[in-house]
């Protein structure tokens, strides 16, 4: 399987992000509009509606988190590890607002079939990890939470305010078409600056809670902008730079070549001696299969050999 690039629908918004500032700089705020980006990663991944749900999600929290990277080389992860069905999930962007990501368990395990789009009981207890891979740093830099709603939203809110002591608000939504396809996926990101008043964040997530469906809104072809004069107005928005976003991957075959090239020297004779052929490698972050026939697997042992005899 390639990359699947899907086309664009007649009337549909192209993805994108916007920043802006509230109340005097006091405020400062991200919009991301996904469809396309949720719709591409469903197709790679084969995903159910509730696994796009919950990936979809997380994708485009990502997407909202890569504005707090200062350059393209920069990475920010999200992490999930839970005892629920969805056992656990990793999504990964870099400043270009590249998103790539996978979940633990696909198709997600049930019982029986959810009765609402409350995903808490799939999460279950876990953690929330943020980890952030800077250009200069040898390590990266990671903060941990415990999940404390089950809502991916909710629990990115959580962090920044239990391990950096910001108050955020945050919104993630997608909204299906009746016949279950992505119609519509997009986020909102708040975060109190140093000179906002507690009451201001307040009065933010209390409208936040009023807002409508940010997906039903993306879907029904709304744009960003429509978010600012619209439900913000009365926080006097001031709108700043856009942003792309986009699911990438940069797997390929010849880094795919480099992971084999990198294994013992005996437990790659033995899948170019016996295979099975072709030898197939899947990236998870992208679900693109690799194939390596008799032929290649021989040339890449040749390549290692030579290798560690120079």
Do not use: W
């Amino acid at each position: 399987m390639r990359k699947r690039s899907i086309p664009e629908r007649e009337g549909e918004s192209g993805d994108g992000l916007l920043r802006f500032f509230l109340a005097g700089q006091a405020v400062r705020g991200v919009l991301v509009a996904g469809t396309r980006m949720v719709r591409e990663m469903r197709a790679n991944h084969g995903l159910g509606l509730l696994e796009t749900l919950v990936l979809g999600h997380a994708y485009l929290g990502a997407a909202l988190l890569s504005t707090t990277l200062k350059g393209e080389r920069e990475r920010l992860r999200i992490g999930v590890e839970c005892s629920g069905p969805i056992k656990g999930l990793l999504v990964e962007v870099n400043g270009a607002g590249q998103v790539r990501g996978y979940l633990q368990a696909v198709p997600i395990p049930l019982e029986r079939e959810p009765d609402s789009f409350d995903l808490s009981p799939f999460f279950g207890a876990g953690f929330l990890s943020i980890s952030r891979y800077l250009e200069d740093a040898r390590q990266p830099f990671t903060g941990k939470v415990m999940l404390e709603y089950g809502n991916l939203a909710q629990d990115l809110s959580n962090y920044y305010l239990t391990s950096e002591q910001i108050p955020t608000a945050t919104a993630l939504s997608i909204q299906f078409s009746q016949d279950g396809e992505v119609a519509g996926a997009g986020g909102l990101f708040l975060q109190a600056l140093p000179n906002a008043e507690p009451a201001l964040m307040k009065g933010l997530t209390t409208r936040l809670a009023e807002f409508p469906s940010l997906g039903r809104f993306l879907a029904g072809g709304g744009g960003l902008e429509g978010i600012l004069s619209g439900p913000l107005a009365d926080f006097a928005p001031e709108p700043l730079a856009r942003g792309q976003i986009e699911f990438f991957c940069p797997c390929d075959e010849e880094r795919i070549s480099a992971l084999l090239l990198a294994l013992p020297r005996e437990d790659l004779a033995e899948l170019s001696g016996k295979g099975p052929f072709p030898v197939e490698i899947s990236c998870h972050y992208c679900n693109t299969d690799y194939s390596f026939d008799r032929q290649a697997m021989a040339r890449l042992l040749r390549e290692q050999a030579a290798a560690g005899e120079a």
